[in-house]
């Protein structure tokens, strides 16, 4: 499809909700954490080894993230700085990686490092321009995961072919469905086949009001009243499938941590690839909706704790010992008094 000429900046943040602002808050696990059993997928990865590259409004230097942000760079094409105006990448880099310090909240991969690209300007729009670029930087950087909390209506050819060159390099895009409704189809770069596109749901396992629906939805998570990092040092609760995408990128990172850890450990590794990934998240994902893959929510909802434990990370293989048998006794037969009497007699004299 052709990119939209009427629009030099097309792409906006899916309308979403800030529906509460806390200044202090000691380290809670948000209900997406509680009810995905994340605790337990901790037990085996909590994400380290691995690189997310978020593109979005840009960096933050909230506290809940010092030590998780790996680096920055901005790439809109007219506000150069590269401070997060929207608090709106603040919010995704927390759900997928706030540290694990008791303050504030945790993120699905609490040990992963983040890269933050500002792709979007401070009012929250882009062009393809910058778009393109940023992708183009994730395929020179090569991060494992890219999340875009992102949409447009209209795609580009441009566009496409980076997308397609990042699926090609073994680098999951995940995507937002975006936030217009069931009635609605799923933006770019969500529609493209490539893409782990995301819709969202809420605490009750409803699919939310907002969320875009079509033929291109792969998965659901969490994405109504999400708390997660925010301006200045705060925590906010926000709704929208920008804060689903960011826990399905969060999980996709735990999933490839396991995996390096396998081949670390016994060489072997069967999550490499995109459609790799897309397998395993289909495998363990529970059917919600219609039977199979529906247009609001994917392939349903993950049981990550299966996802994450599935094919435990084993030591290397060594050949098992030969079982020594079993000593078997004859049975005992039981014997009659005069040939108990014989056989003591016999005992004695001998």
Known sequence: ??????????????????????????????????????????????????????????????????GGILDDKCIT?????????????THCQGIIGARDNDLGVIGVAPECKIITVKVLGDDGSGSFEAIIKG????????????????????GSTEMHNAIKKLYDLNIPCVCAAGNEG???????????PECIT?????????????SSAGKEVFIAAPGVDIYSTYGN???????????????????VALLISKHKKQEAATGKNDCKTVEDIKTHLKKYAYDKGKVGQDNNWGWGVLDVQ????????NQPNTPMPTPTPPVVEPPKTSKSFWQRMRDFWKNLWN
């Open 1 to 66: 499809m052709k990119k939209d000429k009427k629009n030099k900046r097309p792409f906006k943040l899916p309308p979403y909700t800030v529906t509460k602002v806390i200044s202090t808050l000691s380290q809670t696990q948000d209900w997406g954490i509680k009810q995905n059993n994340l605790p337990e997928a901790w037990k085996t990865t909590r994400g380290e080894n691995t690189v997310v590259m978020i593109l979005d409004t840009g960096h933050s230097n909230h506290i809940d993230l010092k």
């Open 135 to 154: 992708l183009e930087y994730a395929a020179k950087i090569k991060p494992d995961v890219v999340s875009m909390s992102l949409g447009a209506p209209a």
């Open 77 to 89: 094409t007219i506000d150069k700085n590269i401070e997060d105006a929207q608090f709106h990448s």
């Open 233 to 251: 040092n705060s925590y906010a609760k926000l709704s929208g499938t920008s804060m689903a995408t960011p826990f399905i990128a969060g999980i």
């Open 306 to 313: 299966k996802l994450i434990e599935a094919d435990e990370v």
């Open 182 to 192: 069931p009635d609605s189809p799923v933006n770019y770069p969500g529609k493209y």
């Open 198 to 210: 995301v819709a969202a749901y809420d605490k009750n396992q409803n699919i939310a009001y907002f």
